[in-house]
């Protein structure tokens, strides 16, 4: 059964594209995941313990980013229509996302 925030990636995302890659972090201090999909990225946090409630933070086409930079090695920062987001990990190292991004946004480049 799959988790519920991934469905609400999965409908976000839009029936022309699919979630290729996840990653379990804080979205300016938000936890939840963030989703990488062919054409866009979507970040959905999840709040609650008993009972969870979620919400999506970002939706936001490859086209639309800014600069990706590498602020330490669990941050990224991230610039999306003029405003700078924060991106934690605490159990991979933030290259790995950024290498992720940078690989899907490759992807959508070329369609």
């Known amino acids: 059964m799959a988790q519920p925030w991934h469905e609400i990636a999965k409908t976000t995302i839009g029936p022309d594209d699919t979630v290729e890659k996840t990653y379990s972090c804080t979205f300016n201090k938000q936890n939840g995941y963030l ?11 999840v709040k609650g313990f008993l009972r969870k409630n979620y919400e999506v933070l970002l939706n936001a ?20 229509k003029d405003k700078l987001h924060h991106i934690e990990t605490s159990d991979i190292s933030a290259r790995i996302i950024v290498e992720g991004i940078q690989d899907m946004h490759k992807g959508s480049s070329l369609e």
């Open 35 to 45: 989703c990488l999909g062919n054409k866009k990225m979507v970040f959905v946090n």
């Open 61 to 80: 086409p490859y086209e639309e980013l800014g600069e990706i930079t590498l602020a330490s090695r669990f941050r990224i920062d991230l610039s999306h």
